[in-house]
């Protein structure tokens, strides 16, 4: 933060020698705090209050639950904008602002579920802490979600805090959580710092970053990028101090701390560690251009093409050495996306329908559309602004601001791949990357835009700042409300009641009742087979180690398979010889659509017609089977035991 205090310190200071004594305070000095900390504690207690009110509505099926949440949130954000950009606002007051925007924002996903895992990476990500708090033993391999077994970083992190403070593994998340949000809001100032003095910008980079439509719900989750972004953006800090370094000394050692941080990243989330290496390579490819146009930046340049190089080996080690399954998880999303792009663009299927069967309120819709509109015209009014004033900048200054002008301009093309039902995913996770891009370099244009519009209009003392100031609040309102509508659905941000085929509501008191009992009476780590969000159940409070179906091993074709016919043989030979213990049954897959249109996974050759891909007979089916012997029933959900010695007759048997 020391750019913060530096560039804000110089405000007030008295050149009046004539009394060494220190002066005093003035009213007017303290005013501005007073008021500041004041009117943004009373906005906090009426936000917080107000997002209660909008998970109570929501939680008793009660209309308005949408109106109070987006009320409470920007009661808080439009004067903590408002205050971290003010002219007036010293450092400290400043920091305090943006510390407790971090705070705040925090709120939605705390107060959404205080108490243990709800998303459904959640489940595998406290599953793994909770492993390696009970057995002391790093990468193992992770029943929900098989790759996240090989990046411990946030899980060792989270079972060290637990052990050493006897927290609860979920507590230690949320507070190693916590601290990561801040840190995030932090490290933007601080990045915004490297570029440009005025501390305005630095806070107004802060505020731009936090409209991302991942920044309140998918980014403060219990998952490996939520501290991972984290670590990335103070990694960049720490490169950007490497490339502006003078001598060789602080060169050298501000390099080591980029390259430690960013094994640590390599150890903790692979797309963030990707997407560093992305981020230096269009620092070094900017510096280089600069080098080559103005005989400038060469010692730059080649610092930013070693840093490239150092964490690209890191990620390529850590991926080829630690996780060579990171590729083989990561291609299908991104294949399956270009090839239902490419569908879409030859006139084919293969596309989605934005906002289809959402509860989300009409205005939230709208403004989903109209934010990605408001951030291009925002990034070609900074470009414009660069380019304007790229004779004036200091020449490093201006080869790093056009680094971030590209990295922002990543986002709007990854808008396209929302269209597809592979891509949509995967675009929603670049975006909280690619928007640190646009909120480095669309913060000068809102600074200078203020500035401008402080200047006297004519000969008159009148002033526009008021009208664009609140011009921009507005914008920024509703930039807030349609990146996070676009980005999370209404099921995950809203409670509600139990809903079949959600990820997020799975938790019925039924299937967490069967999931206790199985670990009660047999134990943890048994190889069971279970639908998808049974499997969520099974896997993170069950303790159990469950398998839903992939192309290579098609469990769904054991509920797929009709009645009075014989088993496929390689799934039987695959359960037998791969020692699988059970079998759990959600018989409400006969009788309702999933929420989310899957059963198992992605890739399920199960029909999505609107109406249940089963029928009665294929899940009661199994009480008759003789290599199965049912020891749980409950109302929707019972458990068979695999009969190995019966299953392995009838494999033999080609039954």
């Not at 906090?44 to 209309?63: F, P, S, T």
């Not at 390696?132 to 079972?159: E, K, M, S, W």
Request: aromatic share 10%.
């Amino acid at each position: 933060m020391s750019e913060l205090a530096s560039a804000s310190a110089t405000v007030g200071r008295t050149t009046d020698r004539r009394d060494d004594r220190p002066p005093e305070p003035s009213r007017r000095a303290w005013a501005g705090p007073a008021v500041a900390g004041t009117s943004l504690t009373i906005a906090a207690a009426v936000g917080a209050a107000a997002l209660v009110i909008a998970y109570r509505r929501a939680e008793w099926g009660q209309e308005g639950a949408f109106t109070w949440f987006w009320g409470g949130m920007l009661v808080f954000t439009l004067p903590a904008a408002y205050w971290g950009i003010r002219r007036g606002s010293d450092h400290r007051l400043r920091l305090a602002v943006l510390i407790g925007y971090a705070c705040f924002t925090y709120l939605p996903k705390l107060l959404r579920n205080p108490t243990g895992p709800l998303f459904h990476d959640e489940y595998a990500h406290w599953g793994q802490s909770r492993d390696i708090l009970l057995d002391g033993v790093l990468f193992q391999q992770n029943p929900i979600v098989r790759v996240i077994g090989d990046y411990p970083g946030l899980h060792a992190t989270v079972a060290s805090l637990a052990s050493l403070t006897g927290l609860t593994v979920w507590h230690a998340a949320l507070c190693v959580l916590m601290l990561a949000h801040v840190l995030v809001v932090l490290g933007v100032v601080v990045l915004a710092g490297q570029l440009w003095p005025d501390p305005r910008i630095a806070a107004a980079a802060a505020i731009i970053y936090s409209l991302n439509s991942s920044f309140l719900y998918f980014d403060t989750q219990l998952g490996y990028e939520s501290l991972a972004i984290a670590v990335m953006i103070w990694a960049l800090v720490a490169g950007l101090r490497a490339v502006r370094a003078h001598g060789r000394a602080a060169r050298a050692r501000w390099f080591a701390l980029t390259l430690v941080l960013s094994v640590a990243i390599a150890a903790t989330h692979h797309l963030t560690a990707i997407w560093l290496t992305g981020m230096f390579g269009l620092v070094a490819f900017c510096c280089t251009v600069a080098a080559w146009r103005d005989r400038v930046l060469s010692g730059p340049a080649r610092t930013g093409w070693l840093l490239t190089i150092a964490t690209g080996a890191t990620v390529a080690i850590w991926m080829g050495v630690v996780s060579p399954r990171t590729g083989r998880y990561l291609q299908p999303y991104l294949g399956r996306a270009l090839d239902q792009f490419g569908g879409m663009a030859g006139g084919g299927s293969g596309g989605r329908t934005l906002f289809s069967q959402s509860i989300a309120p009409w205005w939230e819709q709208q403004a989903a559309f109209a934010a990605p509109g408001f951030a291009l015209l925002a990034a070609v009014g900074a470009a414009l602004l660069w380019w304007r004033r790229r004779g004036r900048a200091e020449p490093l200054t201006r080869a790093l601001s056009a680094a971030m002008l590209l990295l922002g301009a990543l986002y709007f093309p990854a808008t396209l791949l929302i269209l597809t039902p592979s891509g949509a995913e995967g675009a929603r996770r670049s975006w909280a990357f690619s928007y640190l891009g646009i909120a480095l370099a669309v913060a000068p244009l809102i600074i200078a835009l203020l500035d401008r519009a402080r200047r006297p209009i004519g000969r008159s003392r009148l002033t526009a700042s008021g009208p664009v100031g609140a011009l921009l609040l507005t914008g920024c309102a509703l930039v807030m409300i349609g990146n996070t509508a676009s980005g999370m659905n209404p099921a995950y941000r809203m409670p509600g009641p139990p809903v079949f085929g959600s990820d997020t509501r799975a938790a019925t008191p039924e299937v967490m009742a069967a999931a206790r009992w199985l670990l009660e009476t047999r134990g943890r780590g048994a190889r069971l087979v279970a639908d998808r969000y049974s499997g969520l159940i099974f896997g993170s409070y069950g303790e159990q180690e469950p398998t839903t179906g992939s192309e290579s091993f098609r469990a769904y074709d054991l509920y797929i398979a009709q009645p009075g016919r014989p088993m496929p043989a390689a799934i039987l030979e695959q359960l037998r010889t791969w020692r699988f213990e059970y079998l759990v049954v959600d018989r409400r897959m006969a009788e309702q659509v999933p929420d989310i249109k899957i059963y198992f996974e992605n890739n399920e050759p199960i029909p999505h017609n609107g109406k249940p891909g089963f029928t009665r007979s294929q899940l009661t089916k199994f009480d008759t089977l003789p290599w199965l012997i049912k020891i749980y029933d409950g109302p929707h959900v019972a458990i068979y035991r695999f009969d190995f010695d019966s299953l392995g007759q009838r494999v033999r048997r080609g039954a």
